[in-house]
């Protein structure tokens, strides 16, 4: 069975950073793109960032170029986001989710909270 | 930025069709997707590349999409398919950027 189990989330201060994590298993993680969505409390979807299989290739929803890194390790079918200078605006549920262009496979999220 | 646009709520009666749009200024040469997410779930897939629906989705979910508008179908809308949908796509570039609708509230009651 495919899966992707999201963790890290936690309560932060603005200002503060934050890494999540998403462990994949049931299908060849090193084959696929990754993509990180958001979803604020009573907000809809929001894509965040993705990275191409080898990792050579990275994007950005603009509001959180220059705070947040995408990255991935496929030795342990792992991949990351990296949120430094976190405010308000980035409270949300963080869902990892498979990339073959439609986004077929999710985890069940992770909360991060900025107060 | 690019965006697309979808209404914010749709209500039917079980039984009847629902439809539901989506419209941006690049579907007619980007994909539409459609994301299903009931309360308190992950989102499901339940279109991709604007008409195709994956193994498990109910026949009854259809979608196409016309110049700048995309349009899921729901043929005889159950009580089990009140959820928030959105529509997913990427601007004209094809760049791997991609953007979501605001999403559409589906009441089936």
């Known amino acids: 069975e495919m899966q992707l189990e999201e963790s890290g989330g936690d309560l932060v201060q603005p200002g503060e950073s934050l890494r999540l994590s998403c462990v994949a298993s049931g299908f060849p993680f090193s084959r696929y793109w990754m993509t990180w969505v958001r979803q604020a409390p009573g907000k809809g979807l929001e894509w965040v960032a993705n990275?191409?299989?080898?990792?050579?290739?990275?994007n950005y929803v603009d509001s959180v170029k220059g705070r947040f890194t995408i990255s991935r390790d496929n030795a342990n079918n792992s991949v990351y986001l990296q949120m430094n200078s976190l405010s308000a605006e980035d409270a949300a549920v963080y869902y990892c989710a498979r990339d073959r262009y439609d986004m077929d496979v999710w985890g069940k999220g992770t909360t991060v909270t900025v107060s | 930025s690019y965006e697309v646009t979808q209404p914010p709520s749709v209500s039917v009666s079980p039984g009847q069709t629902a439809r539901i749009t989506c419209s941006g200024d690049a579907l007619p040469k980007r994909y539409a997707y459609w994301y299903q997410q009931k309360s308190g779930q992950a989102p499901v897939l339940v279109i991709f590349?604007?008409?195709k629906r994956p193994s498990g989705i109910p026949e009854r979910f259809s979608a196409s999409t016309s110049g700048t508008l995309a349009t899921l179908t729901i043929s005889g809308a159950q009580v089990e398919d009140e959820a928030d949908y959105y529509c997913y796509s990427t601007d004209i570039t094809g760049n791997r950027n991609w953007v979501f609708g605001g999403g559409t509230k589906l009441t089936v009651l």
């Open positions: 590349e604007d008409s």
């Open positions: 990275i191409k299989f080898d990792g050579h290739e990275r």
